[in-house]
């Protein structure tokens, strides 16, 4: 099979930088193309880009010629991880010149006709591509987006909560790393032996972008879930990995015997969904794990799990409150940005959606 | 005036040795004994405590010498910094010899008996001091507990919020500071890159103390505070200063029109209470402060507010859930251990508790 | 007495800021004027400057008019925290004016007719001012400066041991703090769970400064010490204060008995000098404080001796290769930047030079 | 091929622990046996050891029961990973009792009779064990031991130095991590915003271990190198890597044209040695990397360079004092602990000193 050709637009920030090192060796897609803004194209990617995910640079792109982020690219499918100053005419634009657009930026993420997308948790959310193309006038690109990467870690563990018991409240603390800021992002001097209680937007996200995801695509639009979400957002001083503690309201409490702990660790750990039964390449076989121990998850210790692909949840126990709280980890820049698009694509591979025609 | 003469049980400790340094040039007390475990009794401070919460140990205790904690203390008032294992016999025993015991530990908190106490939040609370030394038997000495850390710092900001609007529901995720762990405390290896979503018996702590110290004191019983609470608590690489973010429930929401965020925020802002007025030595000027920043309060600069008296919130805020949600700071071993004991016992001073009959 | 009006340009950086809180309640010297690049001149200090060096910016400050850096202010002394990029030429201008400039940039330090100034270690060199201005043709103004944050403490400690042995050798290893890169200065990304070793052109200051400081005037010239001088330098995850392990080859070695380890130590702390002399007002009591314990100077506990004005000399020991060996800390934008200009002011008021004629 | 039997001493330390881990998979060696103190042993090891190494202890061992420390093992190689308050003795009385002792543990390593060995530095020095048997009655066991974790991965950069240039001063300030220190190790109230200038023990075996390792075996003896070593040890916050500030002094520099820094780094990044000869399994390709960036190594980047075994120099370039300074890192449980450990024990395979005779 001949790999599909990729650019990677916004190349040599960290979640261009986290694009280019999951995609090395990938089964299906090749980085053929690497662009970044007007002032770093013309020059070799080793050259421009201050590498950061990893102790090297991988050799196969180090002499990749850079290129503007503009239609031209010799590439059919384009991930990007442009920030969301820029993101949104970019992407427009590549859609229109007819590619396959799979972006981590927050642009496009509420726009009615674009799929806001998890593989297991939305995946019949592609069928609004169909309508997007219709609408815009587009006859082979098109856009999907991946959620802000608070949202996909808090998202995944909700998904079977809400399948088997329903889901009426979330609150939710998050407790993020500083890779989350990009680079250079966060000073140093800002966030050694400190905690910042403020993200700016996160919080308006993460109470916005699980309703899209968890609603359903009804004809040509999607009906929000029907629940409400509070969210505070904070920055430890972690290199990799958000951790969230989460209280939750169960929906369907009135009428059913109201679920057990184990009932609910259950549902979580026996999650599995379409990217499993496809064995997508890059879906973990597990999507969440469920760990026993009374201080797990940690950050260190868990954000690595199944490649940073799975989230890990523990200390599920009762709420004084709500009904049930536990406590969720997740890679941001793996499952929460790069990772998380990619396995975006694949599905969309999967489901035909990246034929050439 | 004489000082009064006070002794300090487990004065090795950390929280031991905050008492130490609280209690330099305090206008009221005097330290003329420190007490630890057996095997350091008999030799000079200065020798077998390693001083850890400042520079240098302060030369007037160097040459003391550490003696057994039992009756037989050369003092009237005993402050106790003595860990849970031990705390709970000791602390009695002194009481019925005589002392006034001023305690930090958790031991007696939740005693029917035993005021646990927060001078802005319920001074009356010591009137059961009568009760407590006809039930035990007890001639002069008593027992009073200041509340674990995350609880003083929490209550004191509820308090405001319950007096002028009423209080149904709290929701609180904690960001603890290591020394809340003692010394040697939590390994380095645990919390480097890291975040420990757990504190043994905090949670419990958190959900339990604030409805003690918010109910009432009727006849000889307490009358816990109708709430629900629910905490989430967490350990972060943080030195000192403890970060709450917190939703809320009014209770009289039904009733009255629901105030408004500015009115949230005078409540907090303009609360004063008897420690003010009586101009107790370590009280701070004003309990809480509102800091109107995005991103405020951060623990590095804000755990010394009033000299680690004060609390200082932040975002205040509506919940989509809840009604109210916002940040607290408190200094964990300031006012959260050894500075809410000192002022505990300031009251009991200024009450007339602490007079040699 | 009249206090000095005081200008600071580069206010709104962290040195810049540091100037300002050491500046508060200053006797001597009094701000009325606050510059910064023209991007921020025309409004109050309070919108436009992101206080970082303490918990809130002096009230005082808050609605003072930024100004350009430019001849126009209005003070007759300026303290200087420019960055190197711009520093040179406006402190000429201003100097050309005739203002009086007390620089921490390092733009002049190695001027043949600007005095580098430590007041402990050469405050003869000031006398070159007045060839300073002939040469020049200002009439007034002239131009002071201060070292490079990492040498000011080493050359504290080495002087005594200069004066008391001779210096023929010195090897360093520097870990310093993250504060001295400035702000937003290093990346979070970049120093957690980090070091980085190098610090762009700190080891040739650290390898050329001390040897002007520690030379001696001679008629219109500077004569530098004849000694040898390796740096190595790294950033390290601290908040303030610099470590450095030294390493020293003693001069009159072969003449003289070899001294003892005691002998060094007393050298060191026994020191004293002119600020101390002429009580200046930020002049530390003691500018050395050796340390008995195997394990200090440590940053987070030693930085702020003395306000942190005083150097922190620990672990003298004898070296296998050179002669002794030993670690030494400063508090880097204390001592090592704004303060270090302070008291240099400090001295040339004491000594006349700062008089309006 | 039959895989060595192998039992791992202070298996629940986390020095153990990296042995267990680095073991999973290996080609020759098989864990038949896990020894603690005697309070573990009879109880199974994934009962007692809390794994740190990494998200989860490999189920190969959960269930394997923990033994004492002493004959009877069912294993025929042991690693000893124990403190050096008890390895002594307990390692003695396992060689006298037929095993194969290849150590981590400080105590032996001096002994006259005992190899400290580098695979790729002194390979030779295996050939004492013969007099070691007969010197000590041991008829089948011995032991080898390794150095310690600062000396490995010094003295594997200075040996292509002393092959090339001859050798005659080295002065080394050291920062190393702090799992060093072992679990729990170095409290996190000690290292957060700081550093600490001083390890026990640390600088003595970095002045006295390399010369041991680069000297040469004479008939029974071992004749130490000729050179002085001077070296400063600091713990720094960062969680696996050690950095070291090298500066070295060439003997050979009188005689012989000075080596041009191209020559240095040439020698160092050429040298392979006898591990790579043979292909041990865990010998890295290129043990020595030379990085050009001058900003590396640092540790978070490079610590894990080929699994860890290899050492990363950077910054080669003239000392004004000695000759040449440079920076090595190194991973310090990994190459510099039990793979050190391991490696010892897969030369002493391939030389056929395993052997069940």
Redesign the interface.
């Known amino acids: 099979m001949n790999r599909i050709r990729v650019g990677i637009l916004g190349a040599t920030g ?1 979640v261009g930088q986290r694009f280019v090192q999951l995609l090395q060796g990938h089964p299906w897609f090749e980085i053929t193309a690497l662009a970044a803004s007007s002032a770093s194209a013309g020059r070799p990617y080793g050259e421009i880009c201050r590498w ?1 995910v ?2 090297e640079m991988p050799p196969t792109v180090r002499d990749m010629m850079v290129e503007e982020c503009a239609p031209g690219l010799d590439c059919d499918l384009v991930f990007s991880a442009l920030p969301g100053e820029v993101a949104g005419p970019i992407e427009e634009d590549l859609a229109a010149a007819g590619y396959f657009v799979s972006s981590n930026a927050k642009n496009h993420r509420l726009d009615p006709d674009v799929p806001l997308l998890i593989p297991e948790v939305n995946p019949d959310h592609i069928q609004i591509i169909s309508h997007q193309r219709r609408q815009r006038g587009w006859e082979r690109g098109f856009i999907v987006t991946s959620p802000n990467c608070s949202v996909t870690q808090l998202v995944l563990a909700l998904k079977p909560l809400l399948d088997s018991f329903g889901l009426s ?3 939710v ?1 998050t ?1 993020q790393a ?2 989350g800021a990009g ?16 993200i700016g937007g996160e919080e308006e996200k993460v ?1 916005t972008e699980p309703l899209k995801l968890l609603g359903r695509l009804e004809g040509h639009g999607f009906q929000p879930a029907p629940m ?3 969210a ?1 957002c ?1 920055r ?4 990799e990995g958000h ?1 969230e ?1 989460v ?1 939750v309201r169960l929906a369907r409490k009135a009428e059913t015997t109201n679920p057990t702990v184990g009932a609910v660790v259950e549902a979580l750990r026996s999650f599995t969904a379409l990217p499993q039964e496809l064995d997508l390449p890059s879906a973990p076989r597990r999507p969440i794990v469920v760990r026993e121990e ?9 954000r ?2 199944q490649g940073g692909m799975a989230v890990v949840v ?2 599920v126990r009762e ?4 009904d049930y ?1 536990f ?1 969720i980890l997740g890679h941001n820049t793996v499952r929460g940005a790069a990772g998380g698009s990619i396995l975006n694509a694949e599905l969309l591979m999967a489901k035909g959606y990246l034929r050439n025609q």
Chains 1, 2, 3, 4 share one sequence.
């Open positions: 960290t950061k990893s102790a409240t979330v609150m603390t407790m500083i890779s680079y250079p992002g966060l000073p140093s001097w800002d966030i050694l032996d400190n905690v910042i209680p403020h109470e409400a979400i509070s505070q904070n430890v001083n972690t290199v951790l503690a209280s009374e201080d797990r998850p940690q950050p260190r210790y868990d690595d799990e523990g200390r709420c004084p409150v709500l709280k406590v």
